[in-house]
T-cell receptor, first 113, second 113 residues
Framework: DAGVTQSPTHLIKTRGQQVTLRCSPK?????VSWYQQALGQGPQFIFQ???????QRGNFPDRFSGHQFPNYSSELNVNALLLGDSALYLC????????????FGAGTRLSVL | RKEVEQDPGPFNVPEGATVAFNCTYS??????FFWYRQDCRKEPKLLMS???SGNEDGRFTAQLNRASQYISLLIRDSKLSDSATYLC??????????????FGKGTRLHILP
């Protein structure tokens, strides 16, 4: 039973570039949530996807966008990267919009230079 | 006041000792509470849910005090493998009846041999 998988594991970009991160949810899960975790901080909710739609969003600018595909996998896109976007980006999957029981992927560590 | 606050630590505790973490939350309408564990450079993993009556799982005991709006985690007979960051997580029902998940910054625990 495959857990949540994310790719790539590490990424280095420069300011102003764009990045796409990918997530495959745990088998049987249909909901994907994305989080940003800066060093020394707890994860911060970016947005949640269910039935290929963004269902709710945290306090992140429009530079952060996403997509969910029919197979429930998801992408997180960040445009016009800033130094402050350097963080661990975590994907969590769950069932039917639930957020109490979530399984996290190992994350993508993004460094913006 | 932050929505979820934790002692940042680090807590440096000798092996075999008992350690307790506290977490306070600001929204009295919060519904569900959890403790997650995050090892260095890894993803968060659910440690235990926190129930009103308190709950125990082996060496771990979680308690909730709704009147004072805090939750606690007690670890007895600590092991070297308990070294990690412990994240307090609070779930609240939002205005649109969506679940809102807030993570604390985490408390770092070092168990000393």
């Amino acid at each position: 039973d495959a857990g949540v998988t994310q790719s790539p594991t590490h990424l280095i970009k420069t300011r102003g570039q764009q990045v796409t991160l990918r997530c495959s949810p745990k088998s049987g899960h249909d909901t994907v949530s994305w989080y940003q975790q800066a060093l020394g901080q707890g994860p911060q909710f970016i947005f949640q996807y269910y039935e290929e739609e963004e269902r709710q969003r945290g306090n992140f600018p429009d530079r952060f966008s996403g997509h969910q595909f029919p197979n429930y996998s998801s992408e997180l896109n960040v445009n016009a990267l800033l130094l402050g976007d350097s963080a661990l980006y975590l994907c969590a999957s769950s069932l039917s919009l639930r957020m109490d029981i979530q399984y996290f992927g190992a994350g993508t560590r993004l460094s913006v230079l | 006041r932050k929505e979820v606050e934790q002692d940042p630590g680090p807590f440096n505790v000798p092996e075999g000792a008992t350690v307790a973490f506290n977490c306070t939350y600001s929204n009295s309408a919060s519904q569900s509470f959890f403790w997650y564990r995050q090892d260095c450079r890894k993803e968060p993993k659910l440690l235990m849910s926190v129930y009103s009556s308190g709950n125990e799982d082996g060496r771990f005991t979680a308690q909730l005090n709704r009147a004072s709006q805090y939750i606690s985690l007690l670890i007895r007979d600590s092991k070297l493998s308990d070294s990690a960051t412990y994240l307090c997580v609070v779930k609240t029902r939002g205005m649109n009846r969506d679940d809102k998940i807030i993570f604390g910054k985490g408390t770092r625990l070092h168990i000393l041999p």
